[in-house]
């Protein structure tokens, strides 16, 4: 089950990890994040206290916790740009990406 809207984010149910990246990289790199980091990350950006590494346009999102968990790590950030970013924030303060942080509850 995913979710786009600004950047996709998918809950894989054999992992246990949500995968984030921004559909607009051309080189498909996502980073992996547990339920609990993500719902985190979710309240953060909802109570506006996640500040986004910025410098131009390109603005970096650092939210991994999992990239010790593959043969192959993944980068422990996404990048975008304020555009995409602004959607994504919206996205979340209406709740479009909660489902997501509640797989592990299963509501």
Not at 7 to 29: H, I, K, T
Not at 38 to 46: E, G, N, Q, T
Not at 74 to 90: A, C, D, E, G, Y
């Amino acid at each position: 089950m995913g979710v786009y809207s600004g950047l996709e984010a998918e809950y894989q149910v054999r992992s246990g990890v949500v995968y984030v990246r921004n559909p607009e990289d051309r080189e498909q790199r996502c980073t992996q994040v547990s339920l609990a980091r993500w719902s985190r990350f979710l309240a953060s950006v909802k109570a506006g206290q996640f500040t986004p590494q910025q410098e131009g346009d390109v603005v970096t999102i650092t939210i991994d916790d999992q990239s010790h968990a593959t043969v192959t790590p993944l980068p422990s950030f996404v990048v975008t740009n304020r555009r995409t970013w602004k959607l994504f924030v919206k996205a979340v303060e209406r709740g479009e990406f909660d489902h997501l942080g509640n797989q592990r509850t299963g509501q």
